[in-house]
């Protein structure tokens, strides 16, 4: 872990404990931190911005009616929070009409993976900007729906190996596999298709 | 594409963190309505301070009947100036490469076993020199910063060569003789008293101060406690 995470979380952790106690400027504090990460989890992944200023209220209000029960040996107020965002977009497209009333209570996570995933795209000039980018971006839709939500937590909230396990309540050693073979599959693939840049490596060697 | 490289793009592919598209506005009202519901499920701070506010419906008392109090009218009119201790403000050097976590789990512990610290507030920030630095203000009365860091030191052993700096919180107020009587023999915190206990606390108080001659003092609670009145009359009027 990083130290500014460390420190990130340290702090939500003193912050969280006074405002248990009846420190309402702790409460603030904490809601200060917290707003921008789930706002942003949420507002990529819902587009509707009502839908998504409303998905965003129920998590506080949820996170406020189960403050007491957050353990900090489980994990992070971030992740706890985040874990919070993440079922409440299950939620919100469980009961959409998207998926149909008649479906509400059979929808598999597993088919709303790509709702989960980040749908912000960046600016048309971004898009042309780089190649190795566009390039990155091919493979990663080419990943199973599980392996980009592991992305977008890990590089779009930018949470640690543990952190996305406790959002996606999986073991941190699996989620370590998936990123390490996923970096593996990226050196093998993408690197090929980017010979052009050497390595650091094949710069010593030559 | 080294493999920083392709990180890099992975952060850009997936947005800057923390971007939204939500209303600049909806951040604040929620919050509102959070602190509506924070209020009504959390009792309030109750740092000791607060129960120099005499309006403060949080110290639970309610004093009814003082204007009869006993002191003198001179008394009443002139002012005194009279000075607070307020707590300690410290601040800890965490050196770079000790993990922060345990240093904050082991502070939450050590100021746990001091009864004298009501209330603590925490920033943690990152020093120049690339560890962190912990500023804790503590409030509570009577605090001694050299045992207090003596004793962390000594709890925490991490901390044994940090630099640990200690400043006195205080400050000083005017007031009426009566306030300042009202405060110092008022001004307390319930916790499960009876009627009888009260009394005798606040007798106590005023014997203290050589004002309980002649003096009776009667307590009456609310059945569920949130209310008192305290009346204080002249023996001869019974």
């Known amino acids: 872990m990083d130290l500014k995470r460390n420190i990130r979380d340290g702090r939500h952790r003193i912050w969280w404990r006074s405002a248990r106690s009846g420190n309402e400027q702790a409460f603030r504090r904490l809601y200060g931190e917290l707003y921008a990460p789930v706002a942003s989890y949420v507002s990529q992944r819902v587009r509707n911005q009502q839908d998504a200023e409303d998905i965003v209220s129920q998590i506080f209000q949820r996170f406020l009616q189960r403050f007491e029960r957050f353990d900090a040996q489980q994990g992070s107020l971030m992740t706890w929070v985040l874990a919070m965002a993440r079922n409440a977009v299950i939620d919100h497209y469980r009961q959409s009409s998207a998926y149909g009333a008649a479906r509400t209570d059979t929808v598999d996570v597993a088919e709303m993976g790509d709702v989960l995933i980040a749908v912000t795209e960046a600016p048309l000039t971004n898009l042309i900007a780089c190649e190795e980018r566009e390039q990155l971006r091919r493979w990663l839709r080419r990943q199973p729906a599980d392996l980009r939500e592991m992305f977008a937590l890990r590089y779009g909230q930018g949470l640690g190996l543990k952190e996305v396990a406790q959002v996606l309540n999986l073991s941190e050693a699996a989620v370590k596999q998936r990123f390490a073979r996923a970096t593996k599959k990226i050196r093998q693939e993408l690197l090929t298709e980017f010979e052009t840049t050497p390595t650091e490596t094949e710069v010593r060697h030559a | ?238």
């Open chain 2, 1 to 238: 594409m080294r493999d920083r490289d392709w990180q890099q793009k992975m952060k850009e592919i997936h947005h800057t963190e923390n971007e939204h598209s939500l209303r600049p506005e909806h951040r604040d009202e929620l919050e509102h309505r959070l602190l509506v519901g924070y209020q009504n499920l959390r009792p309030r701070n109750r740092r000791w301070l607060m129960l120099l506010n005499f309006k403060n419906r949080t110290a639970r008392f309610a004093v009814a009947g003082l204007a009869m109090l006993i002191l003198g009218v001179g008394a009443c009119s002139t002012s005194t100036t009279s000075e607070v201790d307020l707590g300690q403000a410290l601040t800890i050097e965490v050196p770079e490469g000790v993990n922060v976590e345990t240093i904050d789990n082991a502070l939450s512990k050590f100021l746990e076993t001091k009864p004298e610290i009501q209330d603590v507030t925490v920033t943690l920030r990152e020093s120049v020199a690339g560890g962190a630095v912990f500023e804790l203000v503590l409030w509570g009365k009577e605090i001694a910063p050299e045992q207090l860091v003596a004793d962390l030191r000594r709890a925490v052993p991490a901390l044994a060569d940090s630099d640990i700096g200690t400043k006195a919180l205080s400050g000083s107020f005017r007031e009426t003789y009566a306030n300042k009587i009202m405060r110092e023999v008022f001004m307390f915190e319930l916790d499960g008293e009876t009627e009888i206990q009260v009394a005798a606390r606040i007798m106590a108080g005023l014997k203290s101060r050589g004002l309980a001659e002649g003096v009776v003092v009667d307590v009456r609670m609310t059945d569920d406690a949130t209310g008192i009145t305290i009346d204080i009359r002249p023996e001869d009027e019974e």
